[in-house]
């Protein structure tokens, strides 16, 4: 029988739960009905033996997957549910797991290739959800509602953190902290209202991925990195202090791209702080209170290939901030300025005169928006043809090592067809992912390794290969031409 107080505690949250579903009715587990709620002065501890540690009292364990799946929603009086061994997986079976304004809600440390999925994780005084010290994490499908902390990784590498909701935290909504590379954060709905909170989160961490996610935060950054070699691409950041924020305390923050972002309807759109060496380009910022672009002691920044729409103020660059470029020579050029569009006498696309401001110009300005969207220009050539291995070579698996040349900026550049002679087939498997070259329009060089099925008896064949890229502007084009229908 539960008391009174668990009770009361029970309602607050299901209101939270239930009015945010309104709105967001496509993320929100909502429990049915008067579902049961045990109430837990300790923790629940998951771990990997015959009956999931305490799973059996929570749902159903299933030990030959390592899956605890919640039968019930539970109320805590301190930390939730904690994940103790290496590839455990917590469903939450569209459960809530409330809090009463202290400590962890689900929280991971020290254990790789943990999943948790489909749960609602409310109330918790320190994080929603934690994982420390761990690799190959997957954090998918759940709601974080009103947590100190939403999502949070620490010194944790190679994970997962998809297609969560997180409203209203009361600091970082999704965080990777201190050592937290190649990370992949995608697709994720992130409102944060706190008076000191931001939405997206890396600090001192490289190679992560930030795509597709839709954020904002009203008082500090919708997207915040401060790191190295991070991409943050396709993702829309509004109605916060500052869309995306490159930089921070003097902390190393270089390398990364920013890419094909909307951005839109912050106080400063893309705001670069003691950021240097960064790429901006194949966004669209608009509707700023302030400035579009803000560079405060910031070095050697490339911002091309944007569309400025509808800002208060285009650009500021502010203390001892120097060799930010805003512009590539031609055929890459500058920037689309909804300010700047004429004249343009010689009907080359730019506008005759640069647009200048404090402490730089951009010297090819576009007439029209996506000016910029041009065929990249590909070249294929062979280095070298060898058998991998002993096993390959009595398979008759030959590799051979391309090289493809680019000599603009391409994205999505990919392997999708191949036609050969003298019945050899390709054994990689199409379409392949070669990668892209974004380097400030400069382009650069992708290897390629192709393997190919050798008949007994075949000395010599050709091998006609289809490659496929995209534009900034997210235009496909193919190599030499579209791929035969085979």
Request: aromatic share 10%; glycine share 10%; net charge negative.
């Amino acid at each position: 029988m539960k008391s009174i107080w668990a009770k009361l505690l029970l309602i607050v949250p299901l209101i939270l739960i239930i009015a945010a579903a309104v709105i967001f009715s496509q993320f929100i587990f909502v429990p049915e009905g008067n579902a049961a709620v045990n109430v837990y002065d300790a923790n629940v501890h998951i771990y990997d033996d015959a009956t999931g540690g305490d799973c059996t009292s929570v749902g159903i364990w299933d030990w030959p997957t390592k899956t605890c799946t919640l039968t019930t929603d539970l109320l805590f009086a301190d930390n939730g549910l904690e994940i103790a061994g290496d590839g455990i997986t917590l469903d939450g079976n569209g459960h809530t797991l409330t809090g009463t304004s202290t400590g962890n809600g689900v929280y991971s440390f020290g254990y790789n290739n943990v999943t948790i999925k489909n749960v609602t994780v409310t109330g918790f005084r320190i994080k929603g959800i934690a994982i420390s010290n761990s690799n190959g994490a997957t954090v998918i499908n759940n709601n974080v509602i009103e947590d100190y902390f939403g999502i949070l990784l620490y010194n944790s590498s190679g994970n997962t953190v998809s297609g969560n909701t997180v409203l209203a935290s009361g600091n970082q909504a999704i965080s990777f902290n201190i050592n937290s590379n190649d990370n992949l954060i995608t697709n994720n709905y992130v409102r944060q209202e706190a008076s000191y909170g931001s939405g997206i989160s890396i600090w001192a961490s490289s190679g992560n991925i930030i795509r597709g996610n839709d954020v904002s935060s009203k008082k500090m950054f919708g997207i915040g990195v401060v790191g190295t070699n991070n991409d943050i691409r396709d993702n829309i950041a509004s109605n916060s202090a500052s869309g995306i924020t490159l930089g921070r305390f003097a902390q190393v923050t270089s390398g990364n791209t920013v890419v094909g972002n909307v951005i839109t309807n912050n106080k400063y759109g893309v705001w670069f702080y003691e950021g240097t060496d960064n790429i901006v380009t194949g966004n669209t910022i608009s509707n700023t209170v302030l400035n579009a672009i803000r560079v405060l002691y910031s070095d050697n920044n490339y911002i091309y290939n944007n569309k400025f729409l509808s800002n208060a103020i285009p650009v500021s660059i502010e203390g001892t901030s120097t060799g930010n470029i805003f512009n590539l020579a031609a055929p890459a050029g500058g920037n689309y300025w909804d300010t700047w569009t004429s004249p343009d006498a010689n009907g080359d696309g730019f506008v005759d005169n640069p647009l200048v401001f404090s402490g730089g110009q951009d010297g090819l300005p576009y007439t029209t928006p996506d000016g910029w969207c041009k065929k990249p220009s590909l070249n294929l050539s062979w280095q070298s043809v060898y058998w991998a291995d002993i096993a390959e070579y009595n398979a008759g698996i030959l590799s051979v090592n391309y090289t493809v040349d680019s000599f603009f900026d391409v994205y999505y550049g990919r392997i999708v067809a191949s036609v050969n002679t003298n019945a050899i087939t390709l054994v990689t498997p199409l379409p392949l992912d070669i990668g892209e070259t974004i380097n400030a329009g400069t382009g650069g060089s992708l290897p390629v390794t192709l393997k190919y099925q050798i008949p007994p008896g075949v000395t010599t064949f050709s091998s006609t290969i289809y490659a496929a890229a995209d534009d900034v502007c997210g235009n496909t084009y193919y190599y030499p031409g579209p791929p035969p229908v085979i």
